[in-house]
Each structure stands twice: as C-alpha cells, then as structure tokens.
C-alpha cells in the first residue's frame, strides 16, 4: 500500500479534484500516459490530442491541479489516521477490480485487509419499522458469527441496524460512504462510525470534503455490492434505493435475497416486488448461508433463542402479537380476557421485556421475544 504522500497517490487524488475528470476518465489517463503524474505533466499540443476526453476535463487538465486543495485533501487523510488504496496495490480488493468503472481509489479507516474477506451485504429503508430493523440486526449477527463480514451504507434504518448486529455479534463490519471521510452521512452516526473503524472499515471512494450529494449514492452502492458475494434487501420501498442496488448485484453477477414483510407496509413492497422477480426469499441467517452455498452448522452460529412463559393467560396474549403494531382491543378480543386483565398481563410483559408498549395503546412483541 503506498503511503498518501506516495507521488502516484498525490497524483491520484490530483487529478480526481479536476471539474470532468471521474473514475473512468482517470483509468484512460493513467494507460495514456503511463501513471497520474505523467497525465498531469501532459503538454497543451498532448492534451487537445485526446478526442476521447471532454472539453470541461481537457480545460481541467491544461489548468492543473489545486495544490492548496490537494493539499488540503491529505492533510485531512493524515489527520484522520486514514489509509489510500489505489487499483494498482496488491491489497486493493479482488472482487471490485472485476465490476465495471471500479474506484481508483479508496479511501479507509480500520483494517484494510477486511476488504479481501467474504462478506454480505445488507441493505434497506432509512424509515424502517421495529421488525425491519430486528431482522437486520438478527441476520448480521447470525452471519458474522460465522466469520463473514457485514457491508452496509451507515445510512439510517437498516443500514444501522446491520452494523449493530454486526458490532454486538462481535464480528466485523464495513460501511461504504456516499460522501468524504470527514463528512460522514448521517451526522449523528459519527459515533457508529467510530465503533466501526475499530473493529471493522469505513470506507470511500470520495475525496475529503466531499459532502452527501444524491448522485454519490449510486456509485456508492456499486461498491457495496462489488464487495458482497450476495446482497440481502431487507425492508424497501418500490422507488427505493435499496432495488437500485439489488440491480447492480444482478449486472455483477451476485445472489439477491429478500425478506418478506407485511402485505399492509408500504417498506417491503420493494422486497416483495424482488421476490416475485426472482429473488431468494429469505429469513434467518441460515437461509442467507444456503444460497451462498456456506455450511450452516459451523461452530459458532447462534439459534433463536427460545422463550418460555408458564402462565397460559401471558402465552395467549403473546399469541395475539406480533413484530406489527396491535391495538389493544383487537388484543382483548382475540384473548377473549377481560381489558382489565389484558392491561394487567402488558404490563408484566413489557417489565420482561416481551411486549413494547407503543402510542396510542398499541403492543408489539418486544425485542427479547423476537430475538
């Protein structure tokens, strides 16, 4: 791996801050010319030869590099503790050199070598429902104690739900950035950031100071799948992002799964809609490691835990839950047991960590439950 002050890499990140200049133009300068330092020393009579390259980069490139901006990029490299890894390293991961319009270059914290280990990914809806999330953190825990690696966004919802499940498995876990490393999306997962980067990667293709634009998303999502033997779409909208994802799975050649969800909610229609394609339907960890082909009785792999409730009264109103809300008159009516009775044994329930309580008296089976 070359340090960030390495000329090829100082090159690298030169010719990436100029207006036109992206990862495919670059890939066609540096077999031009031979490597990013020689493009950028390309005369005006070399420039204006390449019929190939547009005019807002020929411009680009004849005005040269910002050096205060270049600069300014590996100061911020440095002072983050971060590492580059350029297509040209041995360490730069296999399976992304083989989708189209690979990154260049890669920025990271945390352990590099994570990049070249199995891993899936696990995608969906920032606005995820409480069951969405659960079976996110529950099929990234059951996928890490298997020693696979869980890829993911960061972005809210389900994202953070498998790089919890991830984290709280004790296994590792990458997140793939739509935005520099010092301007991490969403804000407030700076700290899940933080925890992932001492144990797993966080990682970027995107220069520093690059904010979360709408456009960088998509690139982002090649990345997630190029570095996935198979993506998992947990809970998503018909318009999602998490569909345009599973599609760039598809062009790469990996398995799609997906977890069905409620027919009422407007987060799985995407999911389901991946189904009736073609997509593996899938629920636990186990079904996960079956598509892929992995043996599911390795040492290590967690079952459910089981649940036992002596008093019948307690199981019947369990039985009336589930990972949706339920008003508690359809709770009464389906228990047959008098309301009072009914509110005595939620609230038992809740205290054990059964039931969650929600707003306007509706109960879901809570997360020891569903766990």
Same mark, same amino acid.
């Given at each position: 791996?070359?340090?960030?002050?390495?000329?090829?890499?100082?090159?690298?990140?030169?010719?990436?801050?100029?207006?036109?200049?992206?990862? $495919?133009?670059?890939?066609?300068?540096?077999?031009?010319?031979?490597?990013?330092?020689?493009?950028?020393?390309?005369?005006?009579?070399?420039?204006?030869?390449?019929?190939?390259?547009?005019?807002?980069?020929?411009?680009?490139?004849?005005?040269?590099?910002?050096?205060?901006?270049?600069?300014?990029?590996?100061?911020?490299?440095?002072?983050?503790?971060?590492?580059?890894?350029?297509?040209?390293?041995?360490?730069?991961?296999?399976?992304?050199?083989?989708?189209?319009?690979?990154?260049?270059?890669?920025?990271?914290?945390?352990?590099?070598?994570?990049?070249?280990?199995?891993?899936?990914?696990?995608?969906?809806?920032?606005?995820?429902?409480?069951?969405?999330?659960?079976?996110?953190?529950?099929?990234?825990?059951?996928?890490?104690?298997?020693?696979?690696?869980?890829?993911?966004?960061?972005?809210?919802?389900?994202?953070?739900?498998?790089?919890?499940?991830?984290?709280?498995?004790?296994?590792?876990?990458?997140?793939?950035?739509?935005?520099?490393?010092?301007?991490?999306?969403?804000?407030?997962?700076?700290?899940?950031?933080?925890?992932?980067?001492?144990?797993?990667?966080?990682?970027?293709?995107?220069?520093?100071?690059?904010?979360?634009?709408?456009?960088?998303?998509?690139?982002?999502?090649?990345?997630?799948?190029?570095?996935?033997?198979?993506?998992?779409?947990?809970?998503?909208?018909?318009?999602?992002?998490?569909?345009?994802?599973?599609? $760039?799975?598809?062009?790469?050649?990996?398995?799609?799964?997906?977890?069905?969800?409620?027919?009422?909610?407007?987060?799985?229609?995407?999911?389901?809609?991946?189904?009736?394609?073609?997509?593996?339907?899938?629920?636990?960890?186990?079904?996960? $490691?079956?598509?892929?082909?992995?043996?599911?009785?390795?040492?290590?792999?967690?079952?459910?835990?089981?649940?036992?409730?002596?008093?019948?009264?307690?199981?019947?109103?369990?039985?009336?839950?589930?990972?949706?809300?339920?008003?508690?008159?359809?709770?009464?009516?389906?228990?047959?047991?008098?309301?009072?009775?009914?509110?005595?044994?939620?609230?038992?329930?809740?205290?054990?960590?059964?039931?969650?309580?929600?707003?306007?008296?509706?109960?879901?089976?809570?997360?020891?439950?569903?766990?």
């Amino acid at each position: 791996m070359y340090g960030l002050n390495h000329q090829f890499v100082r090159g690298l990140i030169g010719l990436l801050t100029l207006q036109g200049v992206g990862p $495919l133009t670059v890939e066609r300068l540096i077999r031009h010319f031979g490597s990013p330092h020689e493009a950028l020393k390309a005369t005006s009579t070399e420039i204006m030869g390449l019929s190939w390259l547009s005019s807002p980069a020929k411009k680009a490139l004849k005005r040269g590099v910002d050096q205060k901006r270049l600069d300014a990029c590996i100061h911020t490299l440095e002072r983050l503790g971060a590492w580059a890894i350029c297509r040209e390293d041995p360490e730069y991961p296999n399976s992304l050199k083989e989708i189209y319009n690979p990154p260049p270059i890669l920025f990271g914290l945390g352990d590099s070598d994570l990049l070249n280990e199995k891993s899936v990914a696990i995608v969906g809806a920032r606005r995820a429902t409480r069951y969405g999330q659960e079976v996110a953190k529950n099929l990234a825990g059951g996928l890490s104690s298997k020693g696979l690696a869980v890829v993911s966004g960061m972005a809210l919802g389900i994202d953070t739900s498998a790089h919890r499940g991830a984290l709280g498995a004790g296994g590792k876990t990458i997140a793939v950035l739509g935005s520099g490393l010092d301007r991490p999306y969403p804000a407030r997962n700076r700290g899940l950031m933080k925890e992932i980067a001492e144990s797993g990667a966080v990682i970027t293709e995107f220069l520093p100071g690059t904010n979360p634009e709408p456009g960088n998303f998509p690139r982002r999502n090649r990345v997630i799948c190029g570095l996935s033997q198979g993506v998992v779409v947990v809970e998503a909208g018909l318009k999602s992002g998490s569909l345009i994802t599973a599609s $760039l799975a598809l062009e790469q050649g990996k398995e799609v799964m997906a977890v069905p969800g409620s027919v009422r909610s407007p987060v799985s229609k995407g999911a389901h809609w991946l189904i009736k394609q073609g997509a593996f339907l899938v629920e636990d960890s186990r079904d996960v $490691l079956e598509v892929l082909g992995l043996d599911t009785e390795a040492k290590g792999y967690e079952s459910k835990k089981r649940i036992t409730v002596d008093d019948p009264r307690k199981r019947r109103v369990l039985g009336s839950l589930g990972p949706y809300p339920v008003f508690i008159d359809d709770i009464i009516a389906a228990t047959g047991l008098e309301p009072g009775e009914v509110s005595a044994i939620l609230l038992d329930l809740e205290l054990e960590g059964l039931v969650e309580a929600l707003p306007g008296k509706f109960f879901q089976i809570g997360a020891e439950a569903g766990s």
